[in-house]
């Protein structure tokens, strides 16, 4: 098992990735909550393959829990569910010592992490990320909320689960386009953060298609170890955290024009992060060679690298309305080299859109 802390004071928790150990759910938290009610919270597909051995395990450590199944998809992820949570645990009598568990993938983790940060001003939760985008990535930090219908994300609160149950037996279940979507995500750890692991997904990117498991417990690890670090030293966001943001400005206002339709997040980061990369080469920072190696990596990953049917200018307004974006000039993380990134406040809007043009067909 490879076990990784997120130190965060008292609020500090573990991580633990294994293989084929779902079942041992119930006696893992045990320790880590109070003996009072749990209540799983799922979506139909995620519930119909793991839903039932996730209860069976609590169960037989005779802790008192309960499932709750949420219909699948980005467009649930609202206040209206949050609402269908809250009615369950008044209708049940949930108290402040009730711990919920987020059963799925990452739109399962920020409905219940928001559920959980609010119900009662707060109670305990866990994440069994089910997604490889949730193991990777959104399962850990603690950034939680949901969507409204002006903008993604725009309703939160930053609210640390208790333990992240992570086995990774099953991202076998997970549809071939979904486990893309994570990938594009592990891609940007590598660019961010540490040259090797690049190299190594460079390596590999066969096998961890194929879904070697070995190999992708130790990718997965890697990547929640850079978010841990990260996290630890920036928790809300006020400097280096903006580093994870890398390939999402342009990511984000590609998903919102599309209507969240479109692209799946990772495919838009994918997008993103090519021109990220490019936009720093025309600002003298980074290599046309390794742009080349981002974008093979990207492509042999299956994810798309070009805007089909988008203005330019309309990617270049969404982005100011966003709210990582500043006015005049545009926010970006950019990679130095790769394994190492730069928050700069001050890229000049012509080039951004000259680098869109470049990429739209
Ligand atoms: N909080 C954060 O820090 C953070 C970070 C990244 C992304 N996110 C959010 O995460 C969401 C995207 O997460 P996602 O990509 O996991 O999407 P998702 O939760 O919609 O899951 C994708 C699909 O795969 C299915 N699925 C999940 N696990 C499965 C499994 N093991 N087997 C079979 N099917 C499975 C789900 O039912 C769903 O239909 C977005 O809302 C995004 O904003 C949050
Ligand atoms: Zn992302």
């Known amino acids: 098992m490879e076990k990784l802390r997120v130190k965060l004071g008292d609020r500090s928790y573990d991580i633990l990735i294994s293989t084929n150990w779902l079942s041992q759910l119930g006696k893992t938290v045990k320790g880590i909550i109070p003996r009072e009610k749990i209540l799983i919270v799922t979506d139909d597909r995620v519930g119909n393959l793991y839903g039932d051995e996730a209860l069976e395990s609590l169960r037989a450590e005779d802790l008192n829990a309960e499932i709750m199944v949420l219909p699948h998809g980005e467009d649930n992820k609202n206040l209206a569910t949050v609402e269908r949570i809250y009615n369950f645990l008044v209708e049940y009598n949930y108290a402040r010592g009730s711990t919920l568990v987020a059963l799925g993938g990452g739109v399962v983790g920020d409905i219940t992490g928001f559920a959980a940060a609010t119900y009662m001003r707060g109670i305990n939760y866990i994440q069994v990320p089910t997604s490889l985008m949730a193991m990777v990535d959104s399962s850990v930090g603690g950034k939680t909320g949901v969507n409204h219908p002006l903008g993604k994300n725009l309703i939160g609160s930053f609210y640390q ?25 592990v891609i940007k750890y590598g660019i961010i953060r540490d040259a090797d692991f690049f190299e190594l997904i460079e390596d590999k990117m066969e096998s961890l298609i194929k879904g070697d498991v070995e190999l992708l417990g130790k990718v997965i690890r890697r990547c929640c170890e850079i978010k841990a670090e990260v996290v630890s030293a920036d928790e809300r966001e006020s400097g280096l955290r903006a580093i994870l943001n890398f390939g999402h400005t342009v990511g984000h ?109």
């Open 161 to 185: 689960p208790k333990l992240v149950f992570t086995d990774t037996v099953l991202l076998e279940t997970l549809a071939p386009e979904e486990f893309r979507s994570g990938m594009a995500e």
């Open 253 to 361: 206002a590609i998903e919102a024009l599309t209507n969240y339709r479109k692209y799946r997040h990772g495919e838009a980061v994918a997008i993103g992060m090519l021109a990220a990369a490019r936009i720093a080469v025309q600002m003298k920072m980074f290599s046309e060679m390794e742009t080349q190696r981002l974008w093979k990596v990207i492509t042999r990953g299956n994810l798309p690298y070009q805007i089909s049917n988008l203005d330019p200018e309309d990617i270049m307004e969404r982005m100011k309305k966003d709210k990582k974006a500043r006015m005049e000039y545009v926010r970006f993380a950019l990679p130095s080299r790769i394994g190492e990134t730069e928050i700069l406040d001050d890229v000049p809007g012509e080039i951004v859109l000259e680098v869109l043009k470049t990429m739209t067909d």
